[in-house]
Each structure stands twice: as structure tokens, then as C-alpha cells.
């Protein structure tokens, strides 16, 4: 199956600092998603991006397909952005295979 | 719009006992996946259904695991003579119609069950 890796794998951020989480895939995908995981376990959908750059509110993603990387930037971070992002990617249709996540702390 | 639901949201067992889990999809979704997470990893696949077929079940971890969807809606997740290493969450997902060039196949997950064996 098609491979992700996702840096950094940890960030510590004071509230208001900006950052961007990298994700590196192994194959050409017809589906990325970005996710985050809250405390309890939801994973809650922030972008469907196979392609291009989308913006919602103080997140924002670009997936550049040809060069098999997404980013997803946050600004002005909040301690409610706390929690694990993960991206993941599918080829076939059905299966997402999921990197290890990025597990990030603002702190106020 | 509700979203996916998926019941019970936490099941302690003891080993070797069998456990059933339900996932009840967004309405007009008609796929539908399951997924497992362990600690500290992302969800890995394990089985999807289009309507109430199942189409891709070779990721499924062991002949102890099943999964239907009789009825192309709601589907159970069974897991036969439970081990600690099935402890673990299990997700639900599900997407929307395959509407060709203007299919988005976005998955739409559960809160998940967080199943313990003990």
C-alpha cells in the first residue's frame, strides 16, 4: 500500500504562533484527507484535497500531487487546535492509509 | 445531517468472549468502512462495503473477524474469542455515492468504540 510520513511527529506551540505539518506520500492518490483527532477520539474532517490549496478560516492546505506532499497550515494557533492531525491518502477508491500523525500542544 | 454513529462507544471484555459492534452511517452515504487505531498510530483499514456487498475484506486481521451489512444501511462488526491485542478503537466511516467524474470520496468517521479485553 501506498506509504505516508508525516513530520514533525510532536509540536509544542504558544498560543497565537503559526505552523505547518508536512505530509510525504509513496504514490499517486485520488483522495487526501486531513483530519483531526480530538481528545476523545473523533477524527472531525478539515480538508478533502487530492489536489490544489483550499482555506477554512485559520487553516489552510495545499497538496501538490505531482510532487507527492500535502501541507496543512495553521495560524494563530489556539489551544483548542491541541490534539493529533493526521493525513491520509487512498488510490483504490475505499481503503485511507494513514500516517503516525502529528501530535500537537498549544500551550496559553 | 447527523453524522456517523457507531454503539456501544466502550465495551469491556473478558479474553475469549465474542463482542458486536453497530455503525449506522450519514443516510445517503452508501459506503461503508471499518477501521482500527491503536495506541499511538493512525487507523488501519480492515473492510469497506458498497451498499450491502462486501467488496474488499482481505485486510480484515484474522478469520476472527466479520463484518455484514444485510441491508445495505446499518452494519455489525463482530469479533469471535476476543485476545488483549484486539484492544483497541474501532472506527466507522462512511462516503457518499459514486457519481463518476463528480464522485468525492470523502470519508466521514464515527466517535468510534474503544473495546478492552481483559
Known amino acids: 500500500g501506498i506509504q505516508v510520513e508525516q513530520s514533525p511527529p510532536d509540536l509544542i506551540l504558544q498560543e497565537g504562533a503559526n505552523s505547518t505539518l508536512r505530509c510525504n506520500f509513496s504514490?499517486?492518490?485520488?483522495?487526501l484527507q486531513w483530519f483531526h483527532q480530538n481528545p476523545w477520539g473523533q477524527l472531525i474532517n478539515l480538508f478533502y484535497?487530492?489536489?490544489g490549496t483550499k482555506q477554512n478560516g485559520r487553516l489552510s492546505a495545499t497538496t501538490v500531487a505531482t510532487e507527492r506532499y500535502s501541507l496543512l497550515y495553521i495560524s494563530s494557533s489556539q489551544t483548542t487546535d491541541s490534539g493529533v492531525y493526521f493525513c491520509a491518502v487512498g488510490d483504490s477508491g475505499y481503503a485511507l492509509n494513514f500516517g503516525k500523525g502529528t501530535s500537537l500542544l498549544v500551550t496559553p | 445531517d447527523t453524522g456517523v454513529s457507531q454503539n456501544p462507544r466502550h465495551k469491556i471484555t473478558k479474553r475469549g468472549q465474542n463482542v458486536t459492534f453497530r455503525c449506522d452511517p450519514i443516510?445517503?452515504?452508501?459506503?461503508l468502512y471499518w477501521y482500527r487505531q491503536t495506541l499511538g498510530q493512525g487507523p488501519e483499514f480492515l473492510t469497506y462495503f458498497q451498499n450491502e456487498a462486501q467488496l474488499e475484506k482481505s485486510r480484515l486481521l484474522s478469520d476472527r473477524f466479520s463484518a455484514e451489512r444485510p441491508k445495505g444501511s446499518f452494519s455489525t462488526l463482530e469479533i469471535q474469542r476476543t485476545e488483549q491485542g484486539d484492544s483497541a478503537m474501532y472506527l466507522c466511516a462512511s462516503s457518499p455515492r459514486d457519481r463518476g467524474i463528480l464522485w468525492d470520496p470523502e470519508q466521514y468517521f464515527g466517535p468510534g468504540t474503544r473495546l478492552t479485553v481483559t
Open positions: 484535497i487530492p489536489s
Open positions: 504514490d499517486s492518490v485520488n483522495n
Open positions: 443516510s445517503e452515504h452508501n459506503r
